[in-house]
């Protein structure tokens, strides 16, 4: 699902980088009210995974000092977050290819230990094998056990459409856009399901030192359990480090959404114009001010309520994303069915989904399973009976996005469903204007690929 919503995506981006990226295309080719609440919950998603990840980063401090108050530390990520945002889109993409590269050989490095410990290679020897998939066992609770988690997996995964928001911003996107789409897709894939496989071996689902059992620490990590329990000294502090860098970067890249997202909606007259001032250096200094405000609620960490606080704010962000990739599936698809109105072919699109529309279709069904199985995990909780206050905190997104939605048509008097393929824009947005000359450039590009050897053509066409 993941694939095909990043090449649909990707497909949108090339040919409309446009600021806002996929709010902007929810207004153009679904509906405007659908693109202000989609849009507005996407924004509110990063706001709130600002606090959630600078939190989760004190957290982690704890491993090494818990005496100290983590607000103190809160305080020092915050600003370090909002200086990195204020350096621009530069200073954002510098940081995180930093930060990126030390989670991917931090990454790297535990696949080969995860292996060597699973093989009972480690100082505490013994071979371990399947044993944790035996006793206690894999697929707690079952399939209803799958879906609790699906809030979870997909706050997880959310992110992984931040390309498509830098694509107004980069200098030529027709050259870099697709590589860094195709790539995103593989690097999470490797990266979490190796990784998460590995976990899964080497760390039982009923440790009692992972968060949810009533010894919570800061070695909750099941990286920093895992290795712990191979037995090796001085590395889960190197990993918690680690940890606690990736948690700054989502925090980083919450706040380069987010402002972003609100710039973008405040240019489409959805929000007030102040909203999306841009500097000289087209930094979106309004909207970053209010990320910086909802980035206050870090200092919940200080509160006993903070458990409470992360478990709201988790099951709105996570349900965002869900609605977000459906919604850029469904511009994919609309998007194919206005070129085919107006007699024109993909030949013009400088990237095309390697899903085609089929993958769209599997995107917006799978996205559609995975609201179906979160409504019934709120509505009937594993172990416990149904509540009102369970139900929303699983399922709080839904009624957000409904008022956004039904509040935008009031107020706009706009009751029209959906923007009819007679009326969807194809053109606007578009930095290669001359179609023919696109298709010309396009044709070339294609032609030198086919001519070089094999394993080159093969890298280009999955990287």
């Given at each position: 699902m993941?694939?095909?919503?990043?090449?649909?995506?990707?497909?949108?981006?090339?040919a409309?980088?446009?600021?806002?990226?996929?709010?902007?295309?929810?207004?153009?080719?679904?509906?405007?009210?659908?693109?202000?609440?989609?849009?507005?919950l996407?924004?509110?998603?990063?706001?709130?995974?600002?606090?959630?990840?600078?939190?989760?980063?004190?957290?982690?401090?704890?491993?090494?000092?818990?005496?100290?108050?983590?607000?103190?530390?809160?305080?020092?990520?915050?600003?370090?977050?909002?200086?990195l945002?204020?350096?621009g889109?530069?200073?954002?993409?510098?940081?995180?290819f930093?930060?990126?590269?030390?989670?991917?050989?931090?990454?790297?490095?535990?696949?080969?230990?995860?292996?060597?410990?699973?093989?009972?290679?480690?100082?505490?020897?013994?071979?371990?094998?399947?044993?944790?998939?035996?006793?206690?066992?894999?697929?707690?609770?079952?399939?209803?056990?799958?879906?609790?988690?699906?809030?979870?997996?997909?706050?997880?995964?959310?992110?992984?459409?931040?390309?498509?928001?830098?694509?107004?911003?980069?200098?030529?996107?027709?050259?870099?856009?697709?590589?860094?789409?195709?790539?995103?897709?593989?690097?999470?894939?490797?990266?979490?399901i190796v990784?998460?496989?590995?976990?899964?071996?080497?760390?039982?689902?009923?440790?009692?030192?992972?968060?949810?059992?009533?010894?919570?620490?800061?070695?909750?990590?099941?990286?920093?359990?895992?290795?712990?329990?191979?037995?090796?000294?001085?590395?889960?502090?190197?990993?918690?480090?680690?940890?606690?860098?990736?948690?700054?970067?989502?925090?980083?890249?919450?706040?380069?959404?987010?402002?972003?997202?609100?710039?973008?909606?405040?240019?489409?007259?959805?929000?007030?114009?102040?909203?999306?001032?841009?500097?000289?250096?087209?930094?979106?200094?309004?909207?970053?001010?209010?990320?910086?405000?909802?980035?206050?609620?870090?200092?919940?960490?200080?509160?006993?309520?903070?458990a409470?606080?992360?478990?709201?704010?988790?099951?709105?962000?996570?349900?965002a994303?869900?609605?977000?990739?459906?919604?850029?599936?469904?511009?994919?698809?609309?998007?194919?069915?206005?070129?085919?109105?107006?007699?024109?072919?993909?030949?013009?699109?400088?990237?095309?989904?390697?899903?085609?529309?089929?993958?769209?279709?599997?995107?917006v069904?799978?996205?559609?399973?995975?609201l179906?199985?979160?409504?019934?995990v709120?509505?009937?909780?594993?172990?416990?009976?149904?509540?009102?206050?369970?139900?929303?905190?699983?399922?709080?997104?839904?009624?957000?996005?409904?008022?956004?939605?039904v509040g935008?048509?009031?107020?706009?008097?706009?009751?029209?469903?959906?923007?009819?393929?007679?009326?969807?824009?194809?053109?606007?947005?578009?930095?290669?204007?001359?179609?023919?000359?696109?298709?010309?450039e396009?044709?070339?590009?294609?032609?030198?690929?086919?001519?070089?050897?094999?394993?080159y053509r093969?890298?280009?066409?999955?990287?």
């Amino acid at each position: 699902m993941i694939y095909c919503t990043v090449h649909a995506l990707g497909e949108l981006a090339v040919a409309f980088p446009v600021a806002g990226a996929f709010s902007s295309y929810i207004t153009r080719f679904l509906d405007p009210s659908w693109g202000f609440a989609v849009g507005s919950l996407y924004a509110l998603n990063w706001l709130c995974t600002l606090p959630l990840e600078l939190v989760a980063a004190s957290i982690t401090i704890r491993y090494w000092q818990s005496t100290v108050n983590p607000a103190a530390f809160v305080c020092l990520f915050y600003a370090l977050v909002l200086f990195l945002n204020l350096c621009g889109v530069r200073g954002y993409g510098e940081s995180e290819f930093i930060f990126s590269s030390i989670k991917v050989i931090a990454v790297i490095g535990f696949i080969f230990l995860g292996i060597i410990l699973n093989c009972g290679g480690g100082p505490q020897g013994g071979y371990i094998g399947g044993k944790f998939w035996h006793t206690p066992g894999a697929f707690a609770h079952g399939f209803k056990g799958v879906c609790s988690v699906f809030v979870t997996a997909a706050f997880s995964f959310t992110g992984t459409e931040m390309a498509g928001l830098a694509a107004a911003e980069t200098e030529n996107p027709r050259k870099s856009l697709p590589s860094a789409i195709k790539q995103v897709f593989w690097r999470i894939t490797l990266f979490y399901i190796v990784c998460l496989t590995l976990i899964g071996l080497l760390v039982g689902y009923d440790d009692p030192r992972l968060i949810g059992s009533s010894d919570v620490d800061a070695t909750a990590s099941p990286f920093v359990i895992a290795i712990k329990n191979g037995g090796i000294k001085g590395l889960p502090s190197v990993m918690n480090a680690v940890i606690m860098i990736a948690v700054v970067s989502v925090g980083n890249s919450a706040m380069y959404g987010s402002s972003r997202t609100l710039a973008a909606l405040a240019n489409q007259g959805m929000l007030p114009k102040q909203v999306g001032y841009l500097d000289r250096s087209g930094r979106p200094l309004v909207a970053i001010g209010i990320g910086a405000v909802f980035g206050l609620l870090c200092f919940v960490s200080a509160s006993d309520k903070e458990a409470e606080v992360f478990s709201w704010l988790m099951g709105l962000a996570g349900l965002a994303a869900t609605f977000t990739w459906m919604s850029i599936c469904l511009c994919h698809l609309r998007f194919r069915q206005a070129l085919r109105y107006n007699n024109r072919s993909t030949d013009e699109l400088p990237f095309k989904s390697q899903a085609t529309v089929w993958g769209s279709a599997w995107g917006v069904i799978m996205n559609l399973v995975t609201l179906i199985a979160q409504f019934w995990v709120a509505l009937f909780p594993l172990g416990s009976k149904p509540l009102p206050a369970t139900f929303f905190k699983g399922y709080i997104a839904l009624p957000i996005v409904l008022a956004l939605y039904v509040g935008h048509k009031i107020y706009k008097k706009n009751w029209i469903l959906y923007v009819k393929l007679e009326d969807i824009d194809i053109d606007s947005g578009r930095r290669d204007l001359d179609l023919e000359v696109l298709k010309q450039e396009i044709a070339e590009e294609a032609c030198y690929i086919s001519s070089r050897p094999w394993w080159y053509r093969w890298y280009r066409y999955w990287c």
